[in-house]
């Protein structure tokens, strides 16, 4: 499995981004896809996962009603929409899967990652 993100970039507070990451092989749907984000100087951060099936999400607290996680296994690939964006929101967000069967999986549980995209929110 391979994974690809993309969508990052230079946002002013208030604003929206949606991120994308792009999978490689065929058993997408049975993957755990995860969203991280590190800032500078900061621990990583799990901002939101789903379920192979789509049908149960997970939120980090600080972005609850805010940020939205989504996938297309037609497409293999998973979102993350982000509104109403904050300073405190930049970072490098990674994309991440897992085999595991956790609603809410810890980061050691996520064996490939994508490389990063930036996020900077400007206030």
């Known amino acids: 499995v391979q994974l690809q993100a993309s969508g990052g970039g230079l946002v002013q507070a208030g604003g929206s981004l949606r991120l994308s990451c792009s999978v490689s092989g065929r058993t997408f749907n049975t993957y755990y896809m995860g969203w991280f984000r590190q800032a500078s100087e900061r621990e990583r951060e799990f901002v939101a996962g789903i379920t192979g099936s789509g049908g149960t999400t997970y939120y980090l607290e600080s972005v609850k009603g805010r940020f939205a996680i989504s996938r297309d296994n037609a497409k293999n690939t998973v979102y993350l929409q982000m509104n109403s964006l904050k300073p405190g929101d930049t970072a490098v967000y990674y994309c991440?899967?897992?085999?595991?069967?956790?609603?809410?999986?810890?980061?050691?549980?996520?064996?490939?990652w994508g490389q990063g995209t930036q996020v900077t929110v400007s206030s």
């Open positions: 991440a899967s897992s085999k595991t069967t956790n609603i809410a999986p810890a980061d050691w549980e996520f064996d490939t």
